[in-house]
Structure formats: structure tokens, C-alpha cells
């Protein structure tokens, strides 16, 4: 008996153990951000309402996911050719120093000092995003709005091993012109069933590009008291549909 209680006990704590080295790992794993702003013509940055929800937005994402020495940030812009408009690429530099021998007063110093460094390089990447956030497409480009495109790019961050966090701050209206091509400017899906049939279907051609689950967050530009004429809950129940047939992990609508 006494035999079973030493494995018992040698079990439990090589479990404590290992659970706990998941738990730091995760923590200082590489978070890869990729921000897709929408330049088309159909999504106006300089409406007041708009600015301020997309402003405050960005300043979440930064503050959530630049945390430590590693952690990169990438931005592309919406348009006729997404997956060839990065338009800003960061990774964070600060490092918090070994203190693992230091005495509690230089372990207190060492973080306070850690802090003060990432908030002034938050406060860098935020200024250099905002710049983005404002930049205003005048070209041809902003005739068609190709949210596929932005599946590779997923899927290139996929292969780096980060978590992926992905943010769209978009109306999500896709409208490429084709015969195997959605234009939500022209036939928008009619009802959520609709939605999830096309969804379904478009998934199975998309699929070759392998986005591994990443989170996923959709940022309307719509005010509350949108129309369903503007803000179609169809065509975002499309994008649920075929994000969760595609892999993400959880998909949400902000």
C-alpha cells in the first residue's frame, strides 16, 4: 500500500509540475498580431464614430498582445490585393532581465524598469499604427475589397509556431468580381442559412491554405443603430461560418 501511495504522490506532483510549465510557456510564447484595415471605398476612417471605435480598438490590441521581447505585429491594408499590402511589420525589443538571483529590491527595480521600457515601445508601435489607421487610399484599389486574400497571409503567421490573433476592422462587405467570387456590394447573402451554404461551399476551395486556430475578431465600423441594409447580420454570420469550417478557434464580432 505504502508502494501505491509513493506513485500516487510522485504522479500527482510531476503532473502539478508540468502543468505549471505549460502555464509559463504559454505566457511567454510569441504572440503574432495581424491587424487587416480596410481601405476601400465603402469604409470611411474619418467618421467620428468610426475613428474613435477603430482608435480605441488598436490601442486594446497593442495593450493585450505586445507584452514582452518576441511579440510581432504586422498590419495590411484591405483592398483589390491584400495579401501584397503589408504596410507596417514590428516586433517588440523589450526584454525583462534574469532576476532569478536577485534580491527582492532588484527584482521590484528590474520590472519597474521592464514596465516603463514597454510602455514607451507600445506608445512607438501605437503612433506608427495609428499613421496606418489614417492613411487614405485614393487608387483603383479601393474599388474591390478582397478579404480572401487575407487567408495566406493567416496562414503564413500559422507557420511561425506564435499564437495567431487576427483582427479585422473592416465591414467584412467582400466584392471581387468573378464567376467563383463573392460581391456582397451586389447579391449579399439573403439570411444566415444562405450565409452558411455559401460559407460551407466557399470553404472547401480555401481550405488549401492552412490558417492552423487562430482567434479571430471582426471590428464593424457600424454604428448601433445601423441598418440591416448596412449592416447586414447575414454577411457576418458568413465569415462565423467559414472562419470555424476553416479552423479558427473562436471567431467574434465587435
Known amino acids: 500500500m505504502t508502494n501505491y501511495i509513493a506513485l500516487f504522490l510522485l504522479f500527482f506532483l510531476s503532473a502539478c509540475t508540468s502543468d505549471g510549465d ?4 504559454s505566457a511567454d ?19 467620428a464614430f468610426v475613428a474613435r471605435k477603430y482608435q480605441q480598438a488598436l490601442n486594446e490590441i497593442i495593450e493585450q498582445n505586445i507584452r514582452h521581447k518576441g511579440d510581432k505585429l504586422e498590419v495590411y491594408f484591405i483592398h483589390e490585393n491584400t495579401s501584397k499590402a503589408r504596410a507596417l511589420t514590428l516586433t517588440t525589443r523589450t526584454e525583462m532581465a534574469d532576476v532569478s538571483a536577485a534580491s527582492a529590491t532588484d527584482q521590484e527595480a528590474a520590472e519597474t524598469e521592464f514596465d516603463l521600457t514597454l510602455n514607451r515601445e507600445k506608445a512607438q508601435i501605437r503612433q506608427r499604427v495609428f499613421q496606418q489607421l489614417g492613411a487614405q487610399n485614393t487608387g483603383a484599389s479601393n474599388q474591390e475589397t478582397d478579404i480572401w486574400a487575407s487567408l495566406p497571409v493567416i496562414a503564413k503567421a500559422n507557420e511561425s509556431g506564435a499564437t495567431v ?22 447579391k449579399p447573402p439573403k439570411d444566415n442559412a444562405q450565409a452558411d451554404e455559401w460559407a460551407k461551399a466557399d470553404a472547401g476551395q480555401l ?13 464593424l465600423p457600424f454604428e448601433p443603430n445601423a441598418s440591416v441594409k448596412q449592416n447586414n447580420p447575414a454577411v457576418t454570420q458568413y465569415w462565423q461560418t467559414l472562419f470555424a469550417a476553416l479552423g479558427a478557434g473562436t471567431v467574434e464580432e465587435q
Do not use: W
Open 22 to 25: 505549460k502555464t509559463k510557456a
Open 207 to 219: 481550405k488549401r491554405h492552412t490558417i492552423g486556430s487562430p482567434t479571430i475578431t471582426m471590428i
Open 165 to 186: 490573433n487576427v483582427y479585422y476592422l473592416s465591414d467584412m462587405i467582400e466584392s471581387v468580381k468573378g464567376p467563383t467570387r463573392r460581391d456582397f456590394q451586389v
Open 29 to 47: 510564447a510569441p504572440i503574432y498580431t495581424l491587424i487587416f484595415l480596410d481601405k476601400t471605398r465603402s469604409v470611411n476612417v474619418n467618421n
